[in-house]
DNA sequence: TCAACCGTATTATATGAGTAATACAGTCGC
DNA sequence: GCGACTGTATTACTCATATAATACGGTTGA
């Protein structure tokens, strides 16, 4: 069973947007594997606290991306392979990188500060670091 | 006269943010400067091709924020002096940071990985990157 | 002075996100 | 079989974003 519960949500982003995503970096990541049986619509909605609609719009998307399967009247599973797994992480971390060096550019830093940053941030949780 | 011709609008964020976070970041950047003249509402919508009240929303929360300067009647400045673009510049810098590294860590890289990534996409505009 | 700007305000409309309530048919285990 | 679950679909409502069309009064420069 996909686990959830360390999925929280977050003000700025579409909570269907955030499953969506929730789901694809767990696949890469590879805390959710082929196969893992996924909690119902009505089940996640009540663990979350929102919408039973918005659970559904993020497993429609996640069927058409080919990551779940869904049969009417049954139980909806994970289903991976190693090539929807590289294809995945290549087009996240794309993404991820590309909107930081992005915006770190127009706020004016070079990338050894840049890599400095990174480096200070990463073990951090809530410290207050020397920016 | 603070230059947009460098801006483009994006989908997936409110046009009046992107706005606002372009003048932030510029500020911080340094290429937009204490005393600059900022185009008028009317002007700006039209060269970004967006509607004149988008542009107003984004100018009040710059001018409650204290970042520019409106008076009725008359073209708008920048006000801005090294307190201002220090606490920007941390607060821009840190959002970036922990943005990422969260990012990252859900889809399961390790420090050097993403060291390595930021590296190699620093100097990248358009590549195709072994990732 | 006065025309051409400027900032500001108001009202209306369209769209997408998210919630809410409800309904229907398929699957599964007892 | 049958009840409890499942996925799926529909309609309606609220809210934020963005657009659109005006309108008002202040500022500026020829």
Redesign the interface.
Known sequence: MVDFSSFKTEAGMPIYLQIL??IE??A????IADGDELPSRRVLSALLGINPNTVQKAFRLLEEEGLIESRSGAKSFMTLNADKISQL??S???A??????G??K????D?AE??R???A???EEAGD?E?
Chains 1, 2 share one sequence.
């Open positions: 995503y929730f970096r767990g890469v990541a590879g805390t992480r290549v996240l971390l794309t991820d990188i590309r909107g930081l060096t915006a770190l127009r706020t004016g830093i990338k840049a890599l940053l990174i480096d941030f990463w073990d670091e920016v």
